[in-house]
C-alpha cells in the first residue's frame, strides 16, 4: 500500500470513529521532509535528513472542543489520540462558536510553480554549500562566516473532516543563506542574506555572498546619531519584521480574547490614507502560497486596511462567528495546535511618489532591527529596539548607524506617513510585498 493510500485510511478511520460516538471532527496531517547543509572551515560540517508525519485531530461534541495528536499511523495509537481528544472535551468550557463548518470542500493546490520536480544531485548541492562560505572567507577582512548554510524540502497538508471536506496540499521549497563577521582595525559588524526560491537554479549564491559582506563592510564605522526625532524608512526586510511584530492587532482571535485595539475600529481611520494593506492568497513568487486555509475553506484576498480606513480583521470561523463577521478563510491550524487565524502575503500597495520624492531631504534607512519581537506591545502598540542602518540625504548614504534605539508608536506611526513609493519590492522570504514608505517622526536614541 502507497504512503499516501495509508494515510487517507488513518484519516478515513479516525473520522468513522469520530461519528461513531456521536463527535464532529476534523483531521489535519503534517507531512515534512528537510536536506541541509552547512560548511565550516573549508569542510562540510553538517549534513541532516529529516523527515516528520503528524496527524491531528479536532473534536466538537455537545459545543465541547479539544485535540489531541499522533506522530504513528498505526490503529491503536490513532483510536488513544481520539479517546484522548474525547475525554479532554468532556472538561472543557462549551463553545457554541466552535464548530467544524466547512461542508464538502474538496481542494487541491494545483498551482505548478510551488511543486517543481528536483533534478539536483546532492554533490550540486554540496558544492554550493561549500561555495557560500568560501566566497565569504575570500573577501578581504571578511574572518569568517559562522552562519550559513543550503536546505530544501517537501511538505505536504491534508485536511479532512466529518462534513465530507478532503483538501491536499504539497509544496517543495529551497534556500541558502551566508553571513559575514567583517573584522578591521579592532572594530566587527556582522550581516548576512538569504535567498528562497522553488527550484534549486533560483537559489542566487552570489547575492546572499555579495550583499551580506558589503553591507557588514559599510556598517563597520558605524556610531549613533544624535538622539531626536527622524524621518525613517524601514527596508522591505526591516518593515516585514515591525509588521510581523504586530500582526496580532489584524487578529480576530485577537479581537475574541479583548487584545488588540482595532477591535472596535472597523471602518474608521486606523492609518495615512496612503496606506492600504491586503492579505493576499496568491503573489506570484510568493512563498505562503495555499489554496485553502486550515479549516478547508478557499482562501481569498482580504483587503485590511483601504486607503487608510480600517475594513476587516483576519478571521477563521469561530471568530466570525463570535464577533458577527465574515469569516476571511484565514484559519491556521496545525497537527498539534489548536485553531488561530494567520495571513498568507502580506502587501502594502505602492503609491504614486518617485524615489526622488520619497527619498528627499535627510532621513534614517533601517536596514537591521534587533529585538523586534520582545520590543513590541500590540495592544498598546509601543515599540522600543535596536537598530543599524544609514543617515541619508536626498538618497544618498551619509554615515552608518549602529547602536540606536527606535522607539515609536506602530499605530500612530501608521498614521504619520509622509510617501509611499511606486516601485513595489520584495523581503528575502517573498511573503511580504510593498514599496519604501517614509514616515514622518521615529525617536532615535543615539549620541
Not at 574572518?143 to 496540499?169: V, W
Amino acid at each position: 500500500m502507497s504512503q499516501q493510500q495509508t494515510l487517507i485510511n488513518s484519516i478515513d478511520h479516525v473520522l468513522s470513529e469520530a461519528k461513531r460516538q456521536g463527535a464532529e471532527a476534523d483531521v489535519i496531517v503534517n507531512r515534512n521532509s528537510s536536506f541541509s547543509l552547512k560548511a565550516n572551515q573549508g569542510q562540510l560540517d553538517e549534513y541532516k535528513v529529516s523527515s516528520s508525519q503528524v496527524l491531528g485531530v479536532r473534536v466538537v461534541k455537545d459545543a465541547r472542543v479539544a485535540t489531541s495528536y499522533s506522530e504513528s499511523l498505526e490503529q491503536p495509537s490513532l483510536d488513544l489520540m481520539l479517546t484522548n481528544a474525547l475525554q479532554s472535551a468532556r472538561f472543557s468550557k462549551q463553545d457554541g462558536h466552535q464548530s467544524i463548518r466547512c461542508v464538502e470542500s474538496v481542494i487541491t493546490t494545483d498551482i505548478a510553480e510551488i511543486a517543481q520536480q528536483d533534478t539536483t544531485s546532492v554533490d550540486e548541492k554540496i558544492a554550493l554549500s561549500l561555495a557560500l562560505e568560501q566566497g565569504v572567507v575570500s573577501r578581504p577582512y571578511a574572518t569568517s562566516s559562522p552562519y550559513n548554510g543550503y536546505s530544501d524540502g517537501e511538505a505536504q497538508l491534508i485536511i479532512a473532516n466529518t462534513q465530507g471536506t478532503m483538501c491536499q496540499h504539497f509544496e517543495r521549497s529551497f534556500s541558502c543563506y551566508a553571513y559575514t563577521l567583517f573584522e578591521k582595525d579592532g572594530k566587527q559588524s556582522m550581516a548576512g542574506k538569504v535567498s528562497v526560491g522553488r527550484r534549486f537554479d533560483e537559489l542566487d549564491a552570489a547575492f546572499c555572498i555579495d550583499e551580506g559582506y558589503n553591507l557588514a563592510r559599510d556598517l563597520i564605522e558605524g556610531a549613533p546619531v544624535a538622539t531626536g526625532n527622524y524621518s525613517a524608512i524601514f527596508n522591505v526586510n526591516a518593515l516585514s519584521s515591525l509588521f510581523a511584530a504586530f500582526g496580532s492587532a489584524f487578529s480576530g482571535v485577537s479581537a475574541m480574547k479583548g487584545i488588540t485595539p482595532l477591535a472596535d475600529k472597523l471602518g474608521q481611520s486606523v492609518a495615512s490614507e496612503l496606506i492600504t494593506l491586503t492579505d493576499a492568497a496568491y503573489m506570484p513568487n510568493g512563498m505562503a502560497i495555499a489554496a485553502f486555509d486550515s479549516e478547508g475553506f478557499a482562501t481569498q484576498d482580504n483587503i485590511l486596511i483601504a486607503d487608510g480606513r480600517l475594513n476587516t480583521l483576519l478571521h477563521n470561523s469561530q471568530t466570525a462567528s463570535y464577533l458577527g463577521a465574515t469569516s476571511t478563510a484565514s484559519a491556521s491550524r496545525g497537527a498539534k495546535s489548536s485553531l488561530d487565524v494567520s495571513a498568507n502575503h502580506k502587501l502594502i500597495a505602492s503609491g504614486n511618489s518617485s524615489v526622488s520624492e520619497v527619498k528627499a531631504g535627510e532621513y534614517l534607512e533601517l536596514i537591521e532591527l534587533q529585538g523586534v519581537h520582545s520590543g513590541a506591545d500590540a495592544v498598546s502598540g509601543d515599540f522600543s529596539f535596536g537598530a543599524s542602518g544609514f543617515l541619508c540625504r536626498d538618497g544618498q548614504r551619509v554615515q552608518p548607524v549602529r547602536g540606536i534605539t527606535v522607539a515609536g508608536n506602530f499605530y500612530k506611526m501608521l498614521k504619520e506617513v509622509e510617501a509611499v513609493g511606486e516601485i513595489q519590492l520584495i523581503n528575502d522570504s517573498r511573503t511580504f510585498f510593498a514599496p519604501d514608505i517614509r514616515f514622518a517622526r521615529l525617536s532615535i536614541g543615539g549620541k
